[in-house]
Each structure stands twice: as structure tokens, then as C-alpha cells.
């Protein structure tokens, strides 16, 4: 299912509202207005792209569950970040939680292996500029703190206010994290962040259409799951 893009125009509340009204395909909307943040920012979290789709498709499945409960306060689109961001953060601490059960010594190698696997992932051969594999992995050498922080205002241009939401951190801990995530990007690679941000991380073609058939399948195979309603 491919719901045709010239509803572009129409807003996240009133898809919500239709959405929670029975026209559940429309929640396809949705998933591909945002898939490429959702990836970005699971992705800045966890590490690991396949992963990074495994956060985005409960994330989705959880949005659409609760749906009844955006209130409309926040943008929904904040609203939908901060549920693949709790996602995320919640894979990492149960990753951490066995690493430390296991008492494992070799996460100096494991570290190098999993730098060395992204360099090898067929997504990166696609990019059309050398720019932008530098970037990537740029970003991806900052801790885990800075790099969430920077992938959501640098790259998704999200506000300061909008970030500190997501992460659950306060508006002076975004400007920080995000002061010392550029500190410590290299200077030349710093200058073309604003250029190359946006051509990187793309989600984008079979892997979009993954995820969102993914999600349609569960919320629409049977009766019985049905986004929550209630007033």
C-alpha cells in the first residue's frame, strides 16, 4: 500500500483525528513524513541502522496504539520523536545491562568491529559525495550524548526547546552538549555540516517501504488492535 503524497498539505492533527476516526491507512502519512528523522535520531541512539529500523517500526506501532493521548500540546512530530527516543534509549540500557552481566573485556575490539561495519554498510556506497561518509562517521565518533543532541538540531534542524523535550534534558544542557559535540568535529568537517547534513542519513526507497508495511501489517491485521479512541 502506497497512499498517494498529494494529501502533503494535509496537518499531522487533522491525519491524527482521521486516523482515530478509522481511516487507519492514512497513518501511513504519517510514517513517511517522518521516517527520515525517526532513522536519524534512533540511529544517533543505537548505533546500528537495522536496529535503528527495529526502534523506528515500535515506536510507530506504539505512536499508533496511544494516539488518543496527544493532546495537541506539543507538535506531534516532537511528540513521535520522543517516543522512538525513549525507544532507543531503552535498547541501549538493556545492551548495557548484559554487557555488564557478561563482564565482557573486549569492548575496545568491539567498538573497532562495529566502526568497521558501518564503514562497510551498502547504504554509504549509495552516497553520491565522499562528504558525506566523513560526516557520518564524524557524527558517529561523538558520545552518545552529544551525537543525539547534535543529529536533532544540526542535521533535523529541530529547535532547542523541541530537543530538550525529546531527550528529557533541560534547554541549557541542549546548548552545551550541542556546543561541545561541534568542539569536537574536527574544524574542516564543522564547516560543511550545513551543506552536507541534509544529503546524509537518508532512509529513503525499499527500506521506507519496509518499515511502513512493517507497522500497517500489525495495526490492520486483525479487529482487535485498534488505536485507543477514547476521548
Not at 494529501?7 to 491507512?25: F, N, P
Not at 497513518?27 to 528523522?37: A, T
Request: aromatic content about 8%; hydrophobic content about 40%.
Amino acid at each position: 500500500m502506497n497512499i498517494q503524497m498529494d494529501m502533503s498539505e494535509i496537518t499531522d492533527e487533522e491525519v491524527v483525528k482521521r486516523v482515530l476516526a478509522g481511516e487507519v491507512a492514512l497513518f501511513e502519512i504519517l510514517m513517511r513524513r517522518y521516517n527520515q528523522r525517526l532513522y536519524r535520531v534512533a540511529r544517533s541512539i543505537v548505533g546500528d541502522a537495522s536496529e535503528a529500523e527495529d526502534v523506528m517500526q515500535d515506536a510507530y506501532v506504539q505512536a499508533y496504539t496511544h494516539l488518543s493521548q496527544f493532546a495537541g500540546l506539543a507538535k506531534f512530530s516532537t511528540w513521535l520523536t520522543k517516543i522512538a527516543v525513549n525507544e532507543a534509549l531503552a535498547r541501549v540500557r538493556k545492551r548495557r545491562q548484559f554487557v555488564d552481566m557478561v563482564s565482557t573485556s573486549s569492548s575496545g575490539e568491539e567498538k573497532m568491529s562495529a566502526l568497521e561495519a558501518k564503514s562497510q554498510d551498502p547504504e554509504q556506497s549509495a552516497l553520491t559525495r565522499e562528504l558525506n561518509a566523513v560526516l557520518e562517521a564524524a557524527v558517529g565518533s561523538l558520545p552518545d550524548a552529544y551525537r543525539s543532541v547534535f543529529m536533532l538540531r544540526n542535521i533535523e534542524g529541530m529547535s532547542t526547546a523541541e530537543t530538550a523535550e525529546c531527550l528529557d534534558i533541560s534547554e541549557e544542557n541542549v546548548k552545551i552538549r550541542l556546543y561541545r559535540a561541534r568542539y569536537l568535529l574536527k574544524e574542516e568537517i564543522n564547516s560543511y555540516v550545513g551543506t552536507a547534513a541534509q544529503d546524509a542519513f537518508q532512509f529513503a526507497g525499499r527500506r521506507c517501504d519496509r518499515v511502513v508495511s512493517a507497522v500497517l501489517h500489525i495495526i490492520t491485521k486483525n479487529n482487535s488492535f485498534k488505536a485507543d479512541s477514547r476521548a
